[in-house]
T-cell receptor
Framework: NAGVTQTPKFRILKIGQSMTLQCTQDMNHNYMYWYRQDPGMGLKLIYYSVGAGITDKGEVPNGYNVSRSTTEDFPLRLELAAPSQTSVYFC?????????????FGPGTRLTVT | GQQVMQIPQYQHVQEGEDFTTYCNSSTTLSNIQWYKQRPGGHPVFLIQLVKSGEVKKQKRLTFQFGEAKKNSSLHITATQTTDVGTYFCAGAAGGTSYGKLTFGQGTILTVHP
């Protein structure tokens, strides 16, 4: 199993550009999450999904969009990139229908917006 | 909304010294999870605590969950250079929270050989 994979690893965007961060998991997990991590800070939840076709906002959803057409994939779309979106983005997945399951994280995407 | 505070933000120790990080939630939690992130890496799950007053050990690591299920701690005995990284606690509200976790800001541990 590859676990949770993310592409790209690094990306530099200009202000106003758009991009999609890819996330794929091969563990057949129902739940998937997108977090951002700013320097010296914890992880903030952007969006999450409890299954294909079902997504909901987390703590910091503004400026992002998601979709979940399959169990495996959970892409994060950035529209009109802003410097405030410079961060490290982690995708995670979890098995089960409650809070009692660990989250498996991908390696992250380091995004700089200039 | 739920807030999880973690202290200290930084801890520098000499190899062999003990280390403790503390986590406090503004609300009662259904469970708390601990993660470790190595420099440049991604968070990796360490453990989950569910019961009030629960204590779990993993070799040199001891995890505790408070009686009121609002606070937790991680204690490392006799630190080693391999313990370097950021330790995060993450609280789950339970119910219909759909596995959402609220992370503390983490404690960055540096171990000097």
């Amino acid at each position: 199993n590859a676990g949770v994979t993310q592409t790209p690893k690094f990306r530099i965007l200009k202000i106003g550009q758009s991009m999609t961060l890819q996330c794929t998991q091969d563990m057949n997990h129902n739940y998937m999450y997108w977090y951002r991590q700013d320097p010296g800070m914890g992880l903030k939840l952007i969006y999450y999904s409890v299954g294909a076709g079902i997504t909901d906002k987390g703590e910091v959803p503004n400026g992002y969009n998601v979709s979940r057409s399959t169990t495996e994939d959970f892409p994060l779309r950035l529209e009109l990139a802003a410097p405030s979106q410079t961060s490290v983005y982690f995708c995670a997945s979890s098995y089960g229908t409650g809070s009692y399951y660990e989250q498996y994280f991908g390696p992250g995407t380091r995004l700089t917006v200039t | 909304g739920q807030q999880v505070m973690q202290i200290p933000q930084y801890q520098h120790v000499q190899e062999g010294e003990d280390f403790t990080t503390y986590c406090n939630s503004s609300t009662t939690l259904s469970n708390i999870q601990w993660y470790k992130q190595r420099p440049g890496g991604h968070p990796v799950f360490l453990i989950q605590l569910v019961k009030s007053g629960e204590v779990k050990k993993q070799k040199r690591l001891t995890f505790q969950f408070g009686e009121a299920k609002k606070n937790s701690s991680l204690h490392i005995t006799a630190t080693q250079t391999t313990d370097v990284g950021t330790y995060f606690c993450a609280g789950a509200a339970g119910g219909t929270s759909y596995g959402k976790l609220t992370f503390g800001q983490g404690t960055i541990l540096t171990v000097h050989p």
